[in-house]
């Protein structure tokens, strides 16, 4: 059997007398989505600092297929974990910059390649996006969803191996979610790179998720499907139900309302002991 592609070990860190994570044990399978959940104030942002490499652990271990991260030489680091990238919550695209130079921006501040060649990469990953219209355009000119597209062709510019998404839809509402963990889903599968979600945005994330890590009091609780996460025993279930009648309030289309009741069912019959036939309002049009 493979290694994992990312493995922690036992990881804690802490930041003065505050422990953020505590004996932090994952797994993280190559080619999968892989989605990190938990509340606002869990460390999912600490975990993913530790993910790229920008937080070192107190104790224990990280390892990268197998080797443990100090051990890798600067030259592996260069052809194997150093493609990582990075597609920021808020899209950080450079608003002095065009769409095609805030894409290019990655290949020309940490490679050596030619003029034609940056332009033959960025050219493909804008076809691949549809922004060829949007080129030469300002981020302030693109509406919401051709930025995040932007982003995403900045993102996988370098031909990344790994791809780390920071709450790709928070503050979105529920169709542009949609839309843009399809995308995400879409691009991943055409690419087939490594995706690591953070995110609180709980059920929007299972459908595009091979697995789920369910990060609460500091350290990882779960890992699994998200089918198997409908049959976990646990304190961290009041947390989601908590989430999916946030959610549930936001749903009006029929359809999506019905699909979310069967999705979460057992999760409602389990932390209520009860026979539940549908979350309230399942058949409600509106």
Same mark, same amino acid.
């Given at each position: 059997?493979?290694? %994992?592609? &990312?493995e922690?070990q ?8 505050k422990?953020?994570?505590? /004996?932090v044990?994952?797994? &993280? @399978? ?6 990190? *959940? ?12 530790h *993910?790229?490499?920008?937080l070192?652990?107190d104790?224990g ?5 197998g080797q ?5 030489t600067?030259?592996?680091?260069? #052809?194997?974990?150093? /493609?990582i990238?990075?597609m920021?919550?808020?899209? $950080?695209l450079f ?7 805030n894409i290019?921006?990655?290949?020309r501040? #940490? #490679? @050596?390649?030619s ?7 960025? /050219? ?7 922004? +060829?219209d949007?080129?030469?355009?300002y ?10 597209r932007?982003a995403l062709?900045?993102?996988l510019?370098?031909? %990344? ?16 979610k949609?839309?843009i963990?399809?995308?995400?889903a879409q691009?991943q599968?055409q690419?087939?790179?490594? $995706? *690591?979600?953070? =995110?609180h945005e &709980? %059920?929007?994330?299972?459908? *595009?998720?091979?697995r789920?890590?369910a990060?609460?009091d500091?350290?990882v609780v779960?890992?699994?499907?998200? +089918?198997?996460l409908e049959?976990f ?7 989601i139900?908590? =989430? ?5 309030r936001?749903?009006t289309?029929p359809y999506? /309302?019905?699909?979310?009741?069967? $999705? ?6 389990r932390r #209520? ?14």
């Amino acid at each position: 059997m493979n290694a %994992p592609l &990312i493995e922690f070990q036992d990881v804690t860190k802490s930041f003065g007398t505050k422990t953020v994570l505590d /004996r932090v044990n994952l797994q &993280i @399978n190559a080619g999968e989505v892989t989605t990190i *959940i938990g509340l606002s104030g869990s460390g999912k942002s600490v975990l993913l600092k530790h *993910i790229i490499g920008l937080l070192k652990p107190d104790s224990g271990r990280i390892l990268f297929q197998g080797q443990p991260l100090e051990e890798i030489t600067t030259g592996e680091r260069k #052809t194997g974990l150093a /493609r990582i990238s990075y597609m920021f919550q808020d899209n $950080a695209l450079f608003d002095s910059l065009s769409v095609y130079d805030n894409i290019a921006l990655p290949l020309r501040e #940490t #490679t @050596n390649l030619s003029r034609s060649e940056i332009s033959r990469r960025v /050219r493909a990953r804008v076809e691949q996006m549809e922004l +060829a219209d949007a080129v030469n355009k300002y981020p302030s000119e693109l509406s919401g969803g051709m930025q995040k597209r932007a982003a995403l062709a900045r993102a996988l510019v370098t031909d %990344p191996r790994i791809v780390l998404f920071d709450e790709p839809t928070s503050g979105q509402d529920p169709i542009r979610k949609n839309a843009i963990l399809g995308m995400i889903a879409q691009y991943q599968r055409q690419i087939g790179f490594t $995706a *690591i979600l953070v =995110s609180h945005e &709980i %059920p929007d994330v299972y459908f *595009i998720s091979n697995r789920i890590l369910a990060l609460y009091d500091r350290s990882v609780v779960f890992q699994g499907t998200p +089918a198997e996460l409908e049959d976990f025993d646990h304190p961290f279930l009041d947390d989601i139900i908590r =989430s999916l009648e946030e959610l549930r309030r936001e749903l009006t289309d029929p359809y999506a /309302r019905s699909r979310f009741a069967m $999705a979460h069912r057992e999760l409602e019959k389990r932390r #209520t002991g009860q026979d539940a036939r549908g979350l309230p309002g399942e058949n409600q049009h509106g």
